[in-house]
């Protein structure tokens, strides 16, 4: 049952009112859609209400986070779900190649950038997210902070870092993108050298974004790296004393994706909710209400001053070729390098 969202929420919901074309769509549209996906509670809540309050359509949704794409695999055989909601393109293109997917063209999709989506209409990208590296300013001085990631495994960094570990998507995008810039010089066993010297830096490993923000915000560690939008929230909402590094190299840039999955029970109501949830107005109030940078450029006339001015630059990443590679690497990472002993899981 899908839970009423918070009051602030609630206003926008009920004014937001989107005409879902029919084009490709059957007339037999099923009475409920299941969605799985990474994003959180409360963004999945107001989503869900938005489009139950235009179509009538029930939305069943799971917060399934770093399980999401094992737990799609497992029940290939019998689809549970018709949408897969978030996660890197990474994710999707490795899970296009499994036969995942089915095929589907919502009415935006010519207005994504190609950058943002899969050239035989697999997946688009919703929301594209910058992950850049951030520190305390009251324990670092601008002087003495990191310039590039290449910077973390210096001898001064020594417990100065915290991180996500392997149950955060964005943080296994961000070190498998790391470890092909080393693998595009031919130099992957460097990469790993590189991996464990910033694993011996590191104090501690968190399973989710806000233990690794608190434990900065006590002045555990000085250093990490996060999503930007989590990043202005906390620096914003939660007046913490951040600031962001433009890495030298550039900052991973993943996207995050919507797709149909192969074989969905509920294939009309499916195609429905991706034409809605990648629309623009629905991007935009994403970025409104959860500080989420939209892939639709239509969306940044409604969206945070911050975001029209954002300026970053973005890493050099083969997202194709790190799709065939990702797993493998965060298995290796999780398994051989990063030290267990620092791994402060979720309670």
Same mark, same amino acid.
């Given at each position: 049952?899908?839970?009423?969202?918070?009051?602030?929420?609630?206003?926008?919901? +009920?004014?937001?009112?989107?005409?879902?074309?029919?084009?490709?769509?059957a007339q037999d549209m099923e009475e409920k859609v299941v969605v799985?996906?990474?994003?959180? @509670?409360?963004?999945?809540?107001?989503v869900a209400d938005a489009y139950q309050? @235009?179509?009538?359509?029930?939305?069943?949704f799971i917060n399934l986070k770093g399980a999401l794409a094992d737990r799609i695999r497992a029940e290939k055989a019998n689809p549970q779900s018709d949408v897969m909601y978030g996660a890197p393109s990474s994710v999707f293109l490795e899970m296009k190649s499994e036969g995942l997917f089915d095929a589907f063209t919502p009415s935006w999709a010519e207005k994504i950038n190609p950058l943002f989506k899969d050239t035989d209409s697999y997946w688009y990208g919703t929301i594209q997210t910058p992950v850049m590296?951030?520190?305390?300013? @009251?324990? +670092?001085?601008?002087?003495?902070?990191?310039?590039?990631?290449?910077?973390?495994?210096?001898?001064r960094f020594k417990n100065s870092l915290v991180f996500r570990n392997a149950l955060s998507s964005s943080a296994r995008a961000t070190y498998s993108a790391l470890l092909q810039q080393f693998e595009s010089k031919g130099e992957l066993e460097s990469g790993w050298k590189f991996m464990k010297e910033l694993d011996a830096n590191t104090k501690n490993y968190y399973g989710s974004g806000s233990m690794l923000f608190q434990a900065v915000g006590r002045k555990e560690a000085a250093v990490s790296f996060m999503v930007l939008n989590s990043i202005i929230d906390n620096k914003i909402k939660n007046k913490m004393p951040l600031a962001v590094i433009d890495a030298q190299s550039g900052s991973p840039v993943i996207t995050d994706g919507i797709a149909l999955?192969?074989?969905?029970?509920?294939?009309?109501?499916?195609?429905?909710?991706?034409?809605?949830?990648?629309?623009?107005?629905?991007?935009? +109030?994403?970025?409104?209400?959860?500080?989420?940078?939209p892939t639709h450029p239509d969306a940044l006339a409604d969206s945070p001053e911050w975001m029209a001015n954002a300026s970053f630059k973005v890493m050099d990443v083969d997202w194709q070729a790190l799709a065939a590679k990702q797993s493998g690497w965060i298995q290796k990472w999780d398994s051989e390098i990063k030290s267990m002993s620092k791994d402060k899981k979720k309670k």
């Open positions: 049952m899908i839970k009423k969202i918070q009051a602030l929420l609630a206003t926008s919901v +009920l004014a937001l009112s989107i005409t879902l074309p029919t084009t490709g769509l799985y996906s990474t994003h959180g @509670e409360a963004m999945l809540e107001m309050n @235009e179509t009538g359509i029930k939305v069943d590296m951030f520190y305390n300013t @009251e324990m +670092l001085p601008e002087a003495d902070a990191p310039k590039d990631w290449y910077d973390l495994v210096n001898p999955i192969h074989g969905a029970k509920h294939p009309n109501a499916a195609k429905s909710f991706i034409e809605f949830a990648g629309s623009a107005k629905v991007q935009a +109030l994403l970025a409104q209400k959860f500080n989420r940078l």
